[in-house]
């Protein structure tokens, strides 16, 4: 019991109102869709709610993962996170059809994966941003040229270093957020503020922008690549997670104006990872990048929106506050 309490006790939950009240909201709002979707569809058995049921259902996995992590030790929270990344980047090199004589190197792009995760946790912030667009950048190349098989040799160099840029870079950027110094101005709830926001924006945004493209939808914005998407979807999304992210403002060390447009890009970032990856799905003919939550699809079809807003707004924040 003793130690229990002390655990309890080193939570920033306890320490950061803000941070328990908005958890607390997350998952009284979870709680509530959960229970309007299951009454729904107890008393209109003819509603189509799946697409609903399975992305509230993912919701409650990606927030209590991320609430988990977050009030962690730091030496918990970033394995736990790079460990996503690996998920991440082993469903999507599995899917792109790498040759066999790319085993090797594909050795090296996941040992970048520990590397990047061990750049954010020192907080080594120039070799962390330059490490996997510059370093690994021109190293696959060359230990791909030893290999001596040169037929297909391009398509596995982009296809590599993409994979990378995707799944670790862009994730790699919420486990920095932990790793901010919180020496600053308005910065009361800490990298645990910023995770908390971008991830619940982030999500809730995916949410809004299908709830009203189900309600208002009639145009489409790219019928090639994802047909349920709308313009209807996507503006009232956008306005939406916009008027959210003002109300929790109070979670980042950011100016009114600059919650505002942060919460914009969020918005419009996270459906451009999602058409990408809708994208690279449909051309290599698969539904989703992997089964690692069962009957949900694979890890990164969960975090496609997550892989673009995280490094865009870790940025704006750092070039912002900091």
Known sequence: MRKLKEFILRLDLFTKPDILHV??????????????????????????????????????????????????????????IALLSFIAFRELHSI????????RALFWAFIAIPIQYYLAYIEWYMLFIIFIPVYMFLFIPVRLVIIGETKGIIKS????????????????????????PEDIPNFKNGGQGLLLFLVFLTEINDVLQFIWGKLLGKHKITPSVSPNKTWEGFVGGIISTTIIG?????????????????????????????????????DLGVKDTGTTI??????????????????????????WAF
């Open 157 to 180: 160099m982009a296809s590599m270093q993409w994979a990378l840029m995707l799944t670790v870079f862009g994730i790699s950027h919420l486990a920095y957020f932990l790793a901010l």
């Open 23 to 80: 958890v607390l909201l997350v998952f009284s709002l979870l709680i509530l869709a959960s229970l309007i979707f299951s009454i729904w569809g107890k008393l209109s058995p003819k509603s189509n709610l799946e697409e609903l049921k399975s992305r509230t259902n993912s919701w409650w996995i990606m927030v209590l993962f991320f609430v988990s992590a977050t009030l962690l030790d730091r030496a918990i929270t970033f394995p736990a």
């Open 294 to 319: 069962p009957g949900h699809g694979g890890i990164l079809d969960r975090l496609d929106s997550l892989t673009y807003t995280a490094p865009i707004f870790f940025h704006l924040v750092y070039y």
């Open 96 to 103: 792109l059809n790498f040759r066999d004589s790319d085993r």
């Open 246 to 282: 003002y109300f929790l403002r109070f979670l980042t060390p950011l100016e009114t104006w600059q919650a505002i447009l942060a919460s914009f890009i969020i918005a419009c970032t996270g459906f451009f990872g999602d058409i990408v990856m809708s994208a690279v799905k449909r």
